[in-house]
């Protein structure tokens, strides 16, 4: 079992930056990519990005390509998601999630969930 908590979420006006990070515990954090994902009201739960087990391969939605990044620290457990030039359109609920694959993108491929963190983004 791995135990996901997020924290960081909170409000930020558009234009402004937010990190929110992802504690694990439990199995060994470094056997596991990381992702991110996120669910707005009346939407599906969407691929925000991904990191390897290792840290040294990151990936992106189209929708936050060159606007976040994802980053690790497995001596700390945490995984990092760095938010900058927020939207309106990015509030949402942020999940991490842990899978034990090569750069999964989809909900079906991780094994464990945090709760969640809510970001909102005023305009």
């Known amino acids: 079992q791995v135990q996901l908590v997020e924290s960081g979420g909170g409000l930020v006006q558009a234009g402004g930056s937010l990190r929110l990070s992802c504690a694990a515990s439990?199995?060994?954090?470094?056997?596991?990519?990381m992702g991110w994902f996120r669910q707005a009201p009346g939407k599906e739960r969407e691929f925000v990005g991904g990191?390897?087990?290792?840290?040294?391969?990151?990936y992106y939605g189209d929708s936050v390509k060159g606007r976040f990044r994802i980053s690790r620290d497995n001596a700390k457990n945490t995984v990092y998601l760095e938010m900058n030039s927020l939207k309106p359109e990015d509030t949402a609920v942020y999940y991490c999630?842990?899978?034990?694959?090569?750069?999964?993108?989809?909900?079906?491929?991780?094994?464990?969930w945090g709760q969640g963190t809510q970001v909102t983004v005023s305009s």
């Open positions: 990191i390897s087990w290792s840290g040294g391969s990151t």
């Open positions: 999630a842990a899978a034990p694959l090569w750069r999964p993108r989809y909900e079906s491929q991780y094994d464990y």
């Open positions: 439990g199995r060994t954090f470094s056997n596991y990519a």
